[in-house]
């Protein structure tokens, strides 16, 4: 990624979360939120930190099972620890959270994994099936909510309604078109390709090999993980229930809230509903870690809930948990690998090629 792309990434992800926080604040009684945040109790918020670190734990589990169950390592080498996935979980987790629609961190993530000797093929099939899975699971429990929960969706929801029915219809095209991708890969490829020439007719982009190999080695990747998963379906099974509780601990993780600041009258269950229905709704979304969105949202759909002159200091508690904090934790992993570990690989490389130099000095 460019120096350029990188700042501007940068630069438009402080001027939402800029633009949002003076949106939620302006106006209000800043010290009143700040006392009644100070309410929370110490053991809930606990909770909830622990629930946060899950999430991002949980996927790092994922990649390290399916890559100990691939062997996935070059000649002479070794699969990645638990440790090291965890935190190529961490990374992943900041890159998608600072790009739009949380397209930067699988990259990245399969960077650092070919980087550490985990073949390329391995690491993709990997990232892949996580990818699958995680979209498989949100359309499953988004269409549960729907039909079994339609009427008080509806009303808890209000204006943002159709919201939801756009983040979950998002969702189920892509479902469909890694579906696609799997079943009909030949089909796919040939749609891609023709709109890939109709938009360059349209002069909307512009002619680039480079887009079509790209497309190719989207499809083929795809392909390799349903090959792999085709005969390793208890793999799929488990990774797919840890999909589940990594989905789940950030919508019970609102709830922790809810009990951190001594409420009561709602039932967990409301409260984890509706925190899934707003993260179900923005998660397509193309906004740097969804911002604005979520948090406008969010004042809405618990308007109810978090009642009197809680609404705002359960918000910055519940998004500074599950998304701002895990961003300074990741961007903590990010800068630890960008110097700290790079710091002994380039001394060793300046070592050998010293050496180099000198076995091929003259005599």
Request: aromatic residues 14%.
């Amino acid at each position: 990624m460019s120096v350029k792309k990188r700042m501007f990434q940068a630069a438009l992800f402080l001027l939402i979360m800029f633009l949002t926080f003076y949106t939620l604040f302006s106006g209000r009684n800043l010290a009143e939120i700040g006392r009644c945040v100070m309410k929370m109790s110490p053991w809930y918020l606990a909770a909830a930190v622990g629930l946060a670190l899950f999430f991002v734990c949980a996927e790092g589990f994922m990649i390290w099972y399916l890559l100990r169950a691939m062997k996935a390592k070059k000649d002479g080498g070794k699969a990645s620890s638990l440790f090291r996935c965890i935190q190529y979980s961490f990374i992943g987790f900041f890159y998608s959270g600072i790009t739009p629609s949380a397209t930067g961190g699988q990259p990245v993530q399969l960077y650092y994994m070919n980087r550490d000797g985990n073949r390329g093929s391995d690491s993709t099939v990997v990232l892949m099936t996580v990818a699958v899975v995680y979209k498989f699971v949100l359309v499953v429990m988004g269409f549960g909510i729907l039909l079994f929960w339609s009427g008080p969706l509806r009303s808890e929801l209000g204006s943002y309604f159709p919201l939801y029915l756009l983040g979950l219809s998002l969702n189920v095209v892509l479902v469909f078109l890694i579906l696609g991708v799997m079943l009909f890969p030949k089909v796919i490829l040939k749609a891609a390709l023709f709109f890939e020439r109709l938009f360059i007719r349209m002069n909307i982009w512009k002619t680039s090999g480079e887009r079509e190999e790209k497309i190719r080695d989207f499809i083929d990747s795809y392909q390799s993980a349903v090959t792999w998963l085709r005969g390793h379906r208890g793999k799929l099974l488990c990774v797919t229930f840890v999909t589940v509780l990594q989905r789940s601990s950030v919508f019970v993780l609102t709830y922790m809230v809810y009990l951190g600041f001594g409420l009561s009258g709602t039932d967990a269950l409301r409260v984890i509903l509706l925190q899934a229905s707003v993260y179900i709704a923005v998660d397509m979304l193309p906004l740097p870690g969804a911002q604005g969105i979520t948090e406008l949202m969010y004042q809405t759909v618990f308007a109810n809930v978090f009642t009197g002159s809680y609404l705002i200091p359960s918000m910055l508690v519940s998004r500074g948990v599950n998304f701002y904090f895990l961003l300074i934790v990741s961007l903590g992993v990010v800068l630890a690998n960008r110097f700290v570990k790079s710091g002994p690989r380039l001394k060793a490389s300046l070592s050998s090629e010293g050496q180099a130099r000198f076995s091929q000095r003259p005599e």
